[in-house]
């Protein structure tokens, strides 16, 4: 039994103290971290969200057995979808609607009011947040319901195929209507705002943060919000993973025509399996839109989509501790070499030898290729055997064996 | 009408580069059930090197006839490409032969995303877009109202050519019998004699060559590289592939023929059959688009045969 175990089934005292201890240390460390520079604590609110996206591609590839190499199509859609409706975006849309196509302009023009052909439209996160998680759902079925019938690697390719073609579209949306600014992206997006408080600061705050009298840095704040999602997508996969609908997508993993003889639904369960895992890469979206304040077609790039999969493939498929320690080694690990090895580098050498854009590179690849060679289960394997991935990963022990 | 010609000489043109990869990734799935992920950073790499060769020859033997120079690249780049493509069979595919199919595509993507690494790292070859030199004199030749460049005639030949040559090879010697052997089941062509780790290796072997003309031509055809510049034409030759009847190398050739006269028609009148509201920029959407009305509609392909548990 290892010294570290987040497993409530057998211990769960154990996994209690180390939760709270675990909890203690996550919110302790802005305060530490912010004094050394907001930048640290920045590198950590993307790997938070990097976090999130993993658990939910955990759900489509660790539980379902589903690879998916198109989850950061997902990801965008939320940022997107919070770039047109919380930012002056709609009203280039719109300009752009009336001038092409008048009546169907003029008619959204008379449904909203005057206003947002000047300002566009800004909702408010409690609107947004649901509608990216909801719109991201709807194209994860969307993709899942071409490529039901299609196993392993096919559905690889085809949903990396769909991963570029949002991009395409991504890029090239701008006319005849301009939805997405095209290769420029959306600019401007809003701050997160809750309960009144701007998680960017108020104009003329210097980005700080003040809850109740209490100022922090704007990058703080969004680690608390970042964190509260995490923990909230941590408990809500791992209460999935031992729901009835876990359990059908275990069994579609290890089996699927075993899975089907025992009476579950298995399209209706790949495809559950496919929009919840998109809905948290949507939610995940909408809070990177909002915390950049711009998106890109750049930031959803296929290399994204693989270093996602590459931290849920080196933490341990299926295995949520696990995933999330791929997160955090895979986001963190390169922003750490990037502070470290480049000063390094001019330091012993007088130039820069090895870009830390390449040792990020590596890293994923280097991941991926020896995990599978070495350690299919990934590094922090599920301590139950039956949670772990057996008929899509790693041998039978007999086979082995024999 | 001078549009359709046109545009169905540019699908020729990049139908048989489609067709080039299409059979590394074909005669790889043959053997092995495998997707070689990493099949158009080969392409790539072949192509980073043959830009390397022609550099080379410029600064030691500058005035070399344009198609020597060509040819002396392409020649050059095989054998990179040939000994890359084996290495990545040796290192990240054999140990994972009888692991569960999800394994050695994933080490497959990680091997694509270290050799894109390798090349960025390279100070001769970098990040940025690489112009390539056009070695070929550059006046069209006009057939029918339409244009058709030098390079694109001699990527016509050279990927004809190699075509027949690959057919010679599987249909009348020794390794392609046992190619086509493996390919049938391995366990009894192993049975009969037949070594298919070698055949395997020359699988990986011969694709890659293949690639590595494509990737050079692809170089002397659009003139910029760049070390991402292998996914998109991989996985268009995947779909290609899959188009044709995955396995079957007619059915990559093709399929890679018709998944480059759909692209370059579809680029050529997507504008005016949609009234504007979609541009020739959507030219990438096709083969993704072929690939999954394929895979719904008739997951064998148009030349496949058994596809009972492949789809």
Redesign the interface.
Known sequence: MSLITFDLQHQPAKARINMALLLVLMIAFPFFASQYGNSWVRIIDLALLYIMLALGLNIVVGFA?L?D?GYIAFFAVGAYLTGLFASPQFAALLESLVYNYPALGEWLVSLFGEDIRQNGIHLSVWVVVPLAALVAAFFGALLGA??L??????L???T???G??IR?FM??LI??INFTNGPQGINMVDPIRIFGVSLAGEAGSQSTVYIGGYGMPSVNAYYFLFLALCIATIFITSRLQHSRLGRAWVAIREDEIAAKAMGINTRNVKLLAFSMGASFGGVAGAMFGAFQGFVSPESFS??ES?AV??MV?LGGIGHIPGVVLGGVLLAALPEILRHVVEPAQIALFGEKL??A??LR??L??????LI??VR?AGLWPSPNKEDRPN?????DEE?AAA | METFVQQILNGLVLGSMYALVALGYTMVYGVLNLINFAHGDVLMIGAMVGLSILHALESHFPGLPGYLQLAIAILGAIPVAMLVNMLIERIAYRRLRNAPRLAPLITAIGVSILLQTFVMAMPFWGRNPLPFPQVLPSEPIMIGGAMISQTQVLLLALAASAMFALVLLVERTKMGRAMRAVAENPRVAGLMGVDSNRVIVATFAIGAALAAVAGVMWGANYATISFTMGVLPGLKAFCAAVLGGIGNIYGAMIGGLLLGIIEALGAGYIGDATGGLLGSHYQDIFAFVVLILVLTVRPSGIMGERVADRA
């Open positions: 057995g690879l190499l071409p490529t019938k299609l196993r392993g690697d096919y690889a390719i085809v990396l195929g769909f570029e073609i395409i890029n090239n006319e005849p296929l290399t693989i999969l590459a493939v090895v870009e854009e390449v590179q590596a994923y690849g280097l991941a991926l290729v599978m060679l299919p008929a899509a990963l790693a041998r086979e």
